[in-house]
């Protein structure tokens, strides 16, 4: 927590700062930590047949992600988990450059317009929200389909003859991602973009940088806080997600998401379920803990 | 597997009708049934015929009921349960005998319906209405001859990417074994290869593994070959005339809806009347008429609307087995969450 040193603080300043915070740590506590918690808790017991969990206290769910157990009890490794696991970070981590691909350059236009054009800009990006994701997801569907409006408007100009089939294919799954993390890459690099001084750029105009120089020595670490916001936005959800692999990528291939779900529902293995959550929550946070440190070395160094 | 589609289509209100009529038994009767399940017109009968005040309460899934049952609440004196369910239920004790030799109406049930295995002699059970589960082809693009599961397994190579199934490990599964042969819930894991295999092998022809927006791919022709129920398939040819509901010599799925009373049901005299009414040939085709799937009374399809009387889908021949698929085992479970996680790796 960023408090100010404690010793500094009088007794009372103390209790109204931690007054302050107490909401924030209770929200935090409540929604985060519990179901975490149960979460780590379930992945170490018996799956019961109909759902639920059971003691005895096991490791099963753990050793199960990485071998597969013959009948004779001996342990073959096998990389199923870990190659669906392998196809979420990708996906992930491609919607992620997309995002920045396209947030960018938006954002940079959206900050550099004038008062009310900024105003309408981020209520454009902000609609989306307005209607369900799932609602969202499937239209999607009525665009991409074979006979989906894409599909009928190429043929009408007579670019295509036949139907170019778009849907339940990762490019469609990559599609229905991009679309739906863009506004969380948006918003923040737009947020960090509004602040800046445009004097700056004037500046370095003057002092004969290059378009392209300006662009990587000038904007793009004025930017930086916002794309680092917007990664973290865009990355995690996206890493869990299942509605676009099961409606744009017809269920043919599991993502983390989707495998996680299935255990909770048609398996009926709540362990495996919890235990594949906390894996995902592991790989995360170490993510985030490299990220930092390395950013901090750079600090250093630099 | 119904659940789904209720889940999609169903509203979740909670239906309460009101009373009427003049009051012969009395009393009261509490039934908890799947929602949109339960037609107004069987209750307003029921309840002029008897005097019983009728309400009805709904669940939108299997968990929900037998979450709710386990729960200890006892407000309730009939529920339905789906097949597949029922000995979860009756070995939980959640619901009681229904002492059907005191019940004279139990003679119209029609005859494969009083062997099932999750109830044999409806000791526990009477069915509500059933299903089957097959597949339905595009006449115009498949002309190959459709007698076998063996089109949907090992489609020709002119099908390719135009297969559809469903989303449901369960269903994929089952169909996949009646196919191979073998009995449901398979345990051996040198039979659970075989079905294994048969889905890898047909994987590169499959478009989707998807359970909603069947009836819409069916009828635009993006699916040419199509796991399907038969209430579906049946609305779906409303849309495309070249579709048809193949019943597979290997037979079909098979689900049943079951009327049973929980145990310590407050109004077991009224319970028993509502069974006795609705095995009636007139009112069990009530049931039909609102839910589209078939009733298992003996005479019920005289009184079927015309659209149900005309599909074909529901037409099952007399040489077509029905399969009705039972609860599979924990480890049955666990074989088919590999195979299906594999498959889709």
Redesign the interface.
């Known amino acids: 927590m960023m408090l100010a040193p404690a010793q500094n603080l009088s007794q009372r300043q103390r209790r109204r700062a931690l007054a302050l915070v107490a909401p924030a740590l209770l929200m935090i506590g409540v929604f985060m930590l519990v179901p975490m918690g149960i979460a780590m808790v379930y992945s170490f017991l018996t ?1 019961d ?3 639920g969990v059971a003691p005895p206290v096991t490791v099963e769910s753990y050793i199960r992600f990485f071998f597969d157990r013959d ?1 004779d009890d001996t342990l073959r490794f096998d990389p ?2 870990l ?2 696991f392998w196809r979420s970070i990708f996906q992930a981590v491609l919607t992620t450059l997309a995002c920045i691909v396209i947030a960018v350059p938006f954002a940079w236009y959206m900050a550099t317009r004038g008062e009310t054009t900024r105003k309408i800009l981020v209520l454009l990006v902000s609609i989306p929200f307005w209607t369900n994701m799932l609602v969202r997801t499937y239209c999607w ?1 009525l665009l991409l ?3 989906g409006l894409i599909n009928m408007g190429l043929q009408a100009v007579g670019i295509t003859q036949q139907p170019i ?1 778009f ?2 294919s990762d490019a469609a799954i990559l599609i229905g991602l991009i679309y739906a993390s863009l506004p969380f890459m948006i918003l923040p690099v737009y947020g960090t973009l509004e602040k800046v001084d445009f004097r700056v750029v004037e500046a370095a105009f003057d002092l004969y940088a290059s378009r392209i120089s300006i662009l990587r020595k000038v904007i793009f670490p004025l930017a930086m806080p916002g794309i680092a916001a917007g990664t973290l936005l865009v990355f995690i959800p996206t890493l869990g997600a299942f509605l676009q692999p ?2 744009l990528g ?5 993502m983390i998401g989707s ?1 996680i779900q ?2 909770f529902t ?4 709540w362990a495996f379920g919890s235990a594949l959550a906390v894996i995902l929550m592991a790989a995360v946070l170490a993510s985030l803990i490299w990220a930092a440190l390395k950013r901090e070395r750079m600090e250093q160094l630099g | 597997m119904k659940c789904v589609r209720r889940f999609l289509f169903g509203c979740l209100t909670t239906l309460a009708f009101g009373s009427g009529g003049p009051a012969f038994a009395g009393g009261e009767l509490f039934i908890y049934n799947w929602s949109d399940y339960t037609p107004t017109d069987l209750i307003q009968k029921f309840e002029k015929e008897t005097g019983v005040k009728v309400t009805v309460d709904t669940y939108d899934s299997m968990e929900t009921l037998l979450a709710k049952l386990k729960s200890g609440a006892k407000g309730y004196d009939i529920t339905i349960v789906t097949s597949d369910f029922v000995p979860i239920f009756r070995d939980q004790g959640l619901i009681q005998k229904l002492n059907i030799s005191q019940i004279p109406e139990a003679v119209n049930i029609e005859e494969r319906f009083t062997k099932l295995p999750f109830d044999p002699g409806n000791e526990y059970t009477i069915p509500y209405d059933w299903g089957s589960t097959a597949f339905m082809i595009n006449t115009k693009n498949v002309t190959e001859t459709a007698d076998s599961l063996k089109l949907l397994f090992d489609p020709p190579q002119s099908a390719k990417g135009k297969v559809g199934m469903f989303s449901s490990p369960g269903d994929v599964v089952a169909l996949a074994e009646l196919y191979l042969g073998l009995p449901f819930c398979q345990t051996d894991t040198a039979n659970m290869k075989r079905v294994s295999e048969l889905l890898e092998k047909q994987a590169p022809f499959v478009k989707t593994y998807a359970s909603d927006g069947i009836i819409d791919r069916l009828a635009s022709g993006e699916t040419w070959i199509q796991q399907v129920w038969d209430g579906d398939a049946a609305r779906a040819r409303l849309n495309n005339k070249d579709l048809k509901f193949i019943f597979p010599k290997e037979g079909a799925l098979g689900w049943t809806d079951n009327v049973a009373i929980p145990s310590g049901a407050a109004h077991l005299d009224n319970a028993r009347l509502f069974i006795a009414f609705l095995l009636r040939p007139e009112n069990s085709a009530l049931v039909s008429n609102f839910t589209h799937y078939k009733s298992a009374i003996k005479g019920a399809d005289k009184f079927y609307s015309d659209e149900l009387k005309n599909a074909p889908e529901l037409a099952l021949p007399e040489n077509t087995e029905i399969k009705f698929t039972p609860t599979c085992s924990g480890d049955a479970i666990k074989l088919t969450d590999r195979v299906w996680t594999r498959l889709r790796k």
């Open positions: 799956p047949s109909f759902g009948l199923t988990y190659q669906i569907v389909r074979d006979e089939t849907l339940y099961d409606i017809g269920g043919k291939k599991l495998l299935q255990q048609s398996s009926r293995d």
